[in-house]
């Protein structure tokens, strides 16, 4: 069929990535949670961690929100682990380099987001879990 | 007469439009609709024919603006069945709401009480509770059936002595349902309570009689019936518009100022303080004249006859579930969706590939989002100008995202 063309921005990586639900769930005793909203689309993101001298130990995420929402946040929760605030920053840009707010090119696993880049709408979703977990570490 | 869809959808340029080689499959005309060339053609010759500010000159240009202006209003009064003097232009739908609350809501006093519902758009909820914080009024709140509609049933229950006004969708921005006016009104008269009703998703599905209706207040937008942005409706009636103090000061809308002491134009006049939004009007007044000269008995069944379409096609989709009445009884052509482990955003952007445009979200309606726990819901809003492509490209699209998304 003619009109049946494949989505670009659902790439395999993205979607593979938001049904490995890495990290989804809720940790039993956080030393720190928080919780971000998009008042926009509504999305919504819970990160608990417990930190060892400042650095992730564990994390955990409640995503309420799109595939490129989740996505992000199980990339964050393969990565987070070891980092302190600073390390978490280099992820993040990693995040803004994939969707293409930053110049230089992404790392794995943050470059499965790349096709984001050319949907400008859509890239609070890939960045609000680090949004909440910049809270929950601040 | 009967309904030609090609000639329809000849009177809309953007319809013709190719997007990264696919054809425009608009479906979120609840957000904002096409526009015909009769709008576009009617506004052009204001700008190029006779452009100038209104009321205020003596020259020719201003006596031809004065006159498409008001000739605007009345084209708007017959869409409404209604008095041309009775027509206030505002900048949009909300400017509309906002302007009743600011103007009528002097009128209220502390206790008093108004009734809203559950699936209200947030610019028939945030308004009131401005007004219960300047005011101290008490706002109440009709809840929703299962399948998205005013429980009315629930009206006797929530009405008292104090309520002073019942404001509610015509038509829902998210489940479609049709509210039942007439067992509205009848429960409003008994306690004495006014009634406004926000056409913002009824006034683009043909002209109204609101006198029939026996509402007090209605009001609608330019940019959702074919119009132009920019530009709003307020009717009262006439006794509670000349009851109402101004909400916005400036020119155009006194009778005499002094340091001392301003008194107030009649209305209209009284709320459209400063040059109004002339062409969006003159853009509108022709709108509502496109509208008006549809058969709406054939053009309503073309519509229902879509949204059945979407019916259909959705319950052959294995886990999508309907938020709005299941049948075409009571409802307009708004149809919300959900489909099991798909975020709607990630609906409407896989949606978007195939070329089909729908709205995804709250819909600027949360507390009906928090009635049903939901995040948010697809979208799809349809216009006289849609055809069977644009809903067949729409299933296709809906099952291409229930395959490759979960
Ligand atoms: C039912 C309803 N009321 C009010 C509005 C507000 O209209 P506007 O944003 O044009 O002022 C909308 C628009 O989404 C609506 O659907």
């Known amino acids: 069929m003619s009109e049946y063309q494949s989505s670009e921005l659902y790439q395999a990586r993205i979607v593979a990535l938001a049904k490995s639900k890495t990290g989804a769930g809720k940790l039993a005793s956080p030393t720190k949670s928080a919780r971000r909203d998009n008042p926009l689309c509504g999305d919504r993101v819970t990160i608990d961690v417990t930190l060892d001298n400042g650095k992730i130990a564990e994390i955990a995420h409640q995503v309420r929100g799109c595939l490129l929402c989740q996505a992000s946040a199980a990339a964050l929760a393969k990565t987070a682990v070891g980092r302190d605030a600073s390390g978490i920053a280099e992820l993040r840009h990693d995040a803004e380099r994939a969707i293409g707010r930053e110049a230089g090119k992404a790392h794995e696993p943050f470059d499965a987001f790349e096709p984001v880049a050319s949907h400008k709408s859509r890239h609070e979703c890939v960045l609000l879990p680090f949004e909440a977990l910049k809270d929950a570490l601040s | ?151 009315l049933g629930a009206l006797s229950k929530m009405l008292t002595s104090e309520t002073r006004l019942i404001s509610l969708a015509h038509v829902s921005n998210v489940t479609g349902a049709l509210l039942d006016v007439r067992k509205v009104v009848e429960a409003a008269k008994a306690v004495g309570a006014k009634v406004m009703l926000d056409g913002a998703q009824r006034a683009p599905h043909g002209p109204l009689d609101l006198k029939a209706l026996g509402v007090d207040f209605y009001v609608f937008a330019g940019h959702k019936a074919y119009g132009p942005n920019g530009i709003g409706v307020l009717w009262a009636r006439p006794e509670l518009l000349d009851a109402m103090p101004p909400f916005h000061g400036g020119g155009s809308m006194i009778g005499r100022v002094t340091l001392a002491e301003t008194t107030w134009a009649p209305p209209p006049r009284r709320f459209e303080a400063g040059t109004p939004p002339i062409g969006p009007a003159i853009g509108l007044g022709a709108a509502c004249n496109w509208m008006a000269a549809l058969d709406w008995t054939a053009t309503h069944e073309h519509e229902m006859g879509l949204v059945q379409r979407v019916l259909d096609g959705l319950q052959k989709i294995d886990g999508t579930q309907i938020l709005g009445p299941a049948s075409l009884q009571n409802r307009y052509p708004v149809v919300s969706f959900l489909l099991d482990g798909v975020h709607p955003h990630d609906v409407a952007q896989t949606l978007d590939s195939f070329g089909v445009a729908v709205r995804a979200g709250h819909h600027c309606a949360q507390p009906l989002m928090d009635r049903f726990d939901l995040d948010g819901t697809t979208r799809v809003s349809i216009a006289p100008y849609n055809d069977n492509s644009d809903i067949d490209v729409l299933l296709t699209g809906v099952r291409h995202a229930a395959t490759t998304l979960r």
């Open chain 2, 1 to 151: 007469m009967t309904f030609d869809i090609a000639k329809v959808r000849r009177q809309f340029p953007i319809l013709s439009e190719i997007i990264d080689g696919r054809p425009v499959h608009y479906l979120d005309n609840g957000a904002s609709a096409q526009t015909p060339l009769a709008v576009i053609d009617a506004v052009r010759s204001y700008e190029t024919t006779s452009r100038a500010n209104v009321l205020r000159g003596v020259h020719r240009l201003a006596e031809r603006a004065t006159e498409l202006y008001e000739n605007a209003r009345a084209d708007v009064a017959r869409f409404l069945g209604v008095e041309p003097m009775e027509i206030v232009f505002t900048g949009g739908c909300t400017a509309a709401i906002n302007l009743v609350a600011y103007s009528y809501g002097p009128l209220l006093k502390r206790g008093d009480r108004v009734l809203i519902s559950e699936l209200e758009h947030h610019s028939n909820i945030v308004p009131w509770q401005l007004l219960r914080q300047r005011s101290g009024i008490e706002l109440d709140m009709l809840p929703v059936t299962t399948d998205g509609q005013i429980d």
